[in-house]
């Protein structure tokens, strides 16, 4: 059974960088999925952040591109997640999930992160 | 705002068949697939319904899912008080290059 665990601090102050961690068990990072980035909010709906490629290709929310960086790290069987430039508006529960194709059919527990002085 | 659009709330008695909506454009739900998620408040969501009205191993066959042009619906029959939960859509948006959910429908067990 594929298990996803994120893990990162849960306050950040505002104009800093949001990083967090994903560390996947009970199967290889290394497999023919993409791992993902999702978030929510208080009070409001899902938002995908963006997804890595275990050999390193990417892709992100436009609204989201220019902030966001997500890297892979295969020895650890992790992944991660980089969000610079936080505002309050960043404050949200974050998901890690997998993409085996166009859907994600793992999640993590979530984390959440506060943007806060 | 979100791109796919759903209705905030749906409620029904157990036993009951209710379904949700949801609603697109060309760009996602008429030209892609459509997941439907359901999620509990501080667990991670659980995918109910992938490709239109696929459901993954262990998903009760009271969750079906349907498309037809730029909208879906995920119908649930026989409801139960477990079942009381924030339903989410979702789909690739060719336009935007990006995955996109709708807002969430919070089904009440009456």
């Known amino acids: 059974q594929v298990q996803l665990r994120e893990s990162g601090p849960g306050l950040v102050e505002p104009s800093g960088t949001l990083s967090l961690t994903c560390v996947v068990s009970?199967?290889?990072?290394?497999?023919?999925?993409?791992w993902s980035w999702v978030r929510q909010p208080p009070g409001k709906g899902l938002e995908w952040i963006g997804e890595i490629f275990h050999r390193g290709g990417t892709n992100s929310n436009p609204s989201l591109k220019s902030r966001v960086t997500i890297s892979v790290d295969k020895s650890k069987n992790q992944f991660s997640l980089e969000l610079t430039s936080v505002t309050a508006a960043d404050t949200a529960v974050y998901y890690c999930a997998r993409l085996p194709s166009d859907s994600f059919d793992y999640w993590g527990q979530g984390i959440l992160v506060t943007v806060s002085s | 705002q979100s791109v796919l659009t759903q209705p905030p709330s749906a409620s029904g008695t157990p036993g009951q068949r209710v379904t949700v909506s949801c609603s697109g454009s060309?760009?996602?739900?008429?030209?892609?697939?459509v997941h439907w998620y359901q999620h509990l408040p501080g667990t991670a969501p659980k995918l109910l319904v992938y490709r239109d009205n696929q459901r993954p191993s262990g998903v009760p066959d009271r969750f079906s899912g349907s498309k037809s042009g730029t909208s879906a619906s995920l119908a649930i029959s026989g409801l139960r008080s477990e079942d009381e939960a924030d339903y989410y859509c979702a789909a690739w948006d060719d336009s935007l290059s990006s995955r996109v959910f709708g807002g969430g429908t919070k089904v009440t067990v009456l």
């Open positions: 060309s760009s996602n739900i008429g030209n892609n697939y």
């Open positions: 009970g199967g290889s990072i290394s497999g023919s999925h993409y």
